[in-house]
Each structure stands twice: as C-alpha cells, then as structure tokens.
C-alpha cells in the first residue's frame, strides 16, 4: 500500500506543477520556487511530517520536500540555538552545497547585471 500511496502523492504533486506550468504564465524557475515555499509552509505547520508518514518516498522526492527540509531543520535548530540556530539549521538537514549554491547564486545575481 506504502508504493501506492507514494506513486499518487508523488503524481499528484507532479500534475499540479504541470497543471500550473500548462495554464498559466509561470516559468519552470516560479514554480519550482512556488513548490519549495509550498513545502516550507506546509511544514511550518506540521502538515508535512504527516505526509511523509502517508506517502514515503513520494513526499520526500518532489521539490517540495526540499522547502519541507530546510524549514524543518531551521525550526529545530532555533529551538536549541535561538536565532543561530534559524541559519546553522539550514545547513544541519539539507546537503551544505544545495544551501551553498541558492546563498551565492543569490549574491552573484545582485552584483551582476545580465547581458540582454
């Protein structure tokens, strides 16, 4: 049943970012983006871990598990740590080079202009 579940809640996250991309003016880029404040939230509020438990793998491939993660490690961190523990969190769940990557890309776009 656990294969199941995973396959839907996996597909159905899947059919909504193409549902989106497919009828509205959203590049692949807002949505992507859209998916990790999604997960985010919804663990901010405790829905995530709920399914995880349901889904497994389903829950835990899609992007939205990366929102799920960093948040999740953040809020746990801060528990223990106080508002350090917000940034160190981060990096505590979720590979130290993914969070590397989205802090200098951010930078890099501020202090670059593109070509066109």
């Known amino acids: 049943m656990i294969f199941l579940n995973a396959f839907l809640v996996c597909g159905a996250i899947s ?6 991309y497919d009828h509205t003016k959203l590049t692949a880029g807002h949505i992507t983006s859209l998916f990790v404040v999604l997960g985010a939230a919804s663990d901010t509020f405790g829905l995530y ?3 995880l438990e349901f889904a497994g793998a ?9 929102g799920h993660s960093l948040i999740h490690g953040a809020l746990a961190m801060a528990k223990e740590q106080g508002l350090v523990g917000i940034l160190l969190g981060m ?3 979720t590979a ?7 802090l200098f890309a951010f930078l890099v776009a501020l202090i670059f ?4």
Request: hydrophobic content about 45%.
């Open 113 to 116: 202009k593109p070509k066109s």
């Open 96 to 102: 130290a080079g993914i969070t590397s990557g989205i």
């Open 15 to 20: 059919l909504a970012g193409q549902m989106i």
């Open 49 to 51: 871990d709920k399914l």
């Open 91 to 93: 990096f505590d769940l």
């Open 58 to 66: 389903g829950a835990s491939l899609p992007i939205t598990s990366f």
